[in-house]
C-alpha cells in the first residue's frame, strides 16, 4: 500500500491535494504494517496506533483522492463515498456503538470499505492501460 501510493502518485501529480490523499494512503499502508507486527494482545498501544493510521488518516485520505483526482465523476463517488461510509463506521466504533454487527462487523465495516477501494483503483489502472496498449498497438499497425 505504501509504496504503490509513491508509485501511483507519480501517474496523478495533479495538485497539492492528490499529494495529501496519496499520502495519506501510504501513511495507511505503515499502519497496517505496525497493526501486523503488533497484535492486540502484545503491545495494545503499537496496535491502536496502527490501527488509526488506515481507519482514520486512509479513509480521509479516500475522501480527498476522490475530491482532487481526475477520474470518471461515478469513480469519484464511489471514492468519496467509500472514505465517508468508513469514517462513519469509524464514529460508531470508536464510541462502542456496535449495533447488530458486534465489534468486529463494525471494525470490518471501518476496514474494508478501503481495501475495497484499493481493488477497485488497481482494476480501473488496469483497464485505462490496457486500452491505451490497445490504442497504441492498433495504430503501429
Same mark, same amino acid.
Do not use: D
Given at each position: ?31 497496517? &504494517? ?6 492486540e ?15 482514520? &488518516?486512509?479513509? &480521509? ?19 468519496i ?15 462502542n ?21 484499493l &481493488? ?18 492498433s495504430?503501429?499497425?
Open positions: 500500500m505504501t509504496l504503490g501510493s509513491v508509485l501511483i502518485y507519480q501517474e496523478f501529480k495533479q495538485n497539492q491535494r492528490t499529494f495529501i490523499g496519496f499520502s495519506c494512503m501510504a501513511l495507511a499502508g505503515l499502519g497496517t &504494517i505496525i497493526v501486523g507486527l503488533f497484535p494482545n502484545t503491545v495494545s498501544q503499537l496496535h491502536i496506533l496502527g490501527a488509526t493510521l488506515p481507519f482514520l &488518516i486512509g479513509n &480521509i485520505g479516500l475522501v480527498v483522492l476522490g475530491l482532487s483526482l481526475n477520474i470518471p465523476r461515478i469513480f469519484r463517488y464511489y471514492t463515498l467509500s472514505g465517508g461510509v468508513a469514517l462513519i463506521a469509524l464514529a460508531f466504533f470508536y464510541t456503538h456496535y449495533g447488530s454487527l458486534g465489534i468486529g462487523g463494525t471494525e470490518r465495516v471501518v476496514a474494508y470499505p478501503q481495501t475495497i477501494w &481493488i477497485v483503483f488497481g482494476i480501473y489502472l488496469s483497464k485505462s492501460r490496457f486500452k491505451t496498449l490497445l490504442n497504441n498497438f495504430s503501429a499497425t
